[in-house]
């Protein structure tokens, strides 16, 4: 679990300051105010890891086919200079203890990580661990230099580059087995995270199926079928949790997968509105099914303990739905001890989680609520204090907008209306 984030000079981000990630975290705020950054920096190091062995790389801003696009180095340094370093730091919790040399077992990592930027390429990196307070360290001045490598009670050169942003590799073997401990955690800390992005799929007529599996329901939902499939093979929680959800949010009553007469591969997804009612295709109920359908099976799906980054999973939804989904986000958080990071606009989604923490249904301390702003160019944010009856004791002017002030306006155009009209 992901226990704490930094990043300095990313897009809007001059620094953050160093935020604290809880198992249910949300960032708020208005549009183009930095959230979905902070998604991005976590982003930009999942696909990086997930390049194929060959690709020797320092680090993956992305392309068309990516999680994450971020164009090039120029485009994603803060106020487009080449000056700053790009700078994000990451902590974690894990549940299998490491050992290292001479060190006590730990469960908590830290990972820093720098680059510099000279004429739109990466020229120069640093990257470290730091493990019961001690640091190892990895240097790179840039093309030709050689790593400088610093561990407790050593520091020493040798001559090929880092491998990757988080990594060494082609190093002497002593070296080599001190960091591919620290380089596994990390691997594993980013694959476990699993991404769903603000705009959907449209849902289809038909689907196709041909018995592959999924990691998760892809960037956009295209993959929910091939994970429901994967699911009901490998025994997962989603035959039984996704229809008690939509009941709950009264989207549909039920649905099924029906195969296509005449095709091995090719389905139809039906749904009943209500009970003992017409079963008709997923195109032809309304549009929130389709668009909360990739959030519930996401939750359901992946293995327990993993990391899921949602942007906006309310799109679309209804208001009363929004407040029934911030409770199934509880619930898998709890019961299958996945971490949620989400973005959202949803003030109703946000109540019912504070409703929810008086009602102890979830500890203030399980969850972290952020507020981001941006002035004059530069990403503001601020963590709101949650007490443990759900009060948020520094909520911000025109958090959601201003309804009081709307329904002042509202009051007073009414009344000099109703003085004119006697006149």
């Known amino acids: 679990m992901i226990t704490e984030l930094r990043a300095q000079n990313f897009k809007s981000w001059k620094d953050t300051s160093k935020l604290q990630i809880a198992p249910l975290t949300g960032f708020f705020g208005a549009n183009s105010s930095g959230k979905t950054s902070l998604l991005q920096t976590l982003l930009m190091l999942k696909q990086t890891v997930e390049r194929p062995p060959n690709w020797n790389e320092i680090i993956d801003f992305g392309d068309n086919n990516s999680l994450v696009n971020l164009g090039s180095f120029d485009d994603l340094i803060h106020g487009h200079r080449r000056d700053p370093w790009l700078q994000i730091s990451v902590s974690w919790k894990f549940s299998e203890k490491l050992s290292i040399s001479d060190m006590d077992e730990v469960d908590v990592l830290s990972f820093d990580l720098s680059i510099r930027n000279v004429e739109n390429s990466v020229t120069g990196m640093g990257f470290g661990y730091t493990v019961n307070e001690r640091n190892f360290h990895v240097s790179w001045a840039g093309p030709g230099a050689p790593c400088t490598v610093s561990i407790p009670h050593r520091h020493e050169d040798y001559i090929e580059p880092p491998f990757r942003c988080y990594g060494i590799h082609d190093a002497p073997l002593r070296i080599r087995e001190l960091f591919s401990p620290l380089q596994t955690r990390f691997e594993n800390l980013f694959r476990s995270i699993r991404y769903l992005g603000p705009l959907r799929e449209y849902p289809r007529r038909n689907y196709t199926w041909q018995g592959k599996h999924s990691a998760g329901v892809g960037q956009h939902g295209e993959d929910m079928v091939t994970a429901l499939f994967s699911g009901r093979i490998q025994l997962r929680p989603t035959e039984k949790q996704i229809p008690k959800w939509l009941q709950r949010l009264d989207l549909i009553d039920s649905y099924r997968l029906n195969p296509i007469s005449g095709s091995e591969t090719a389905y139809e997804f039906l749904v009943r509105k209500y009970k003992d009612g017409p079963e008709v295709r997923l195109t032809d109920v309304g549009f929130g099914v389709s668009q909360v359908l990739?959030?519930?099976?996401?939750?359901?799906?992946?293995?327990?303990?993993?990391?899921?980054?949602?942007?906006?999973?309310?799109?679309?939804?209804?208001?009363?739905?929004?407040?029934?989904?911030?409770?199934?986000?509880?619930?898998?958080?709890?019961?299958?001890?996945?971490?949620?990071?989400?973005?959202?606009?949803?003030?109703?989604?946000?109540?019912?989680?504070?409703?929810?923490?008086?009602?102890?249904?979830?500890?203030?301390?399980?969850?972290?609520?952020?507020?981001?702003?941006?002035?004059?160019?530069?990403?503001?944010?601020?963590?709101?204090?949650?007490?443990?009856?759900?009060?948020?004791?520094?909520?911000?002017?025109?958090?959601?907008?201003?309804?009081?002030?709307?329904?002042?306006?509202?009051?007073?155009?009414?009344?000099?209306?109703?003085?004119?009209?006697?006149?």
């Open 294 to 423: 990739p959030v519930l099976v996401l939750c359901y799906y992946v293995p327990e303990g993993s990391i899921l980054i949602l942007e906006q999973p309310e799109a679309h939804l209804h208001p009363k739905v929004q407040s029934e989904l911030a409770d199934m986000l509880i619930e898998v958080v709890k019961e299958r001890q996945l971490q949620i990071i989400l973005e959202s606009h949803s003030e109703h989604l946000l109540i019912r989680l504070m409703r929810r923490i008086a009602e102890e249904e979830i500890s203030a301390d399980d969850t972290a609520f952020y507020f981001c702003e941006i002035k004059e160019g530069v990403s503001e944010i601020e963590r709101l204090n949650v007490d443990d009856y759900g009060n948020i004791t520094n909520w911000p002017q025109n958090f959601f907008g201003d309804e009081m002030g709307d329904l002042a306006a509202k009051t007073k155009a009414e009344m000099k209306r109703k003085k004119a009209s006697k006149v």
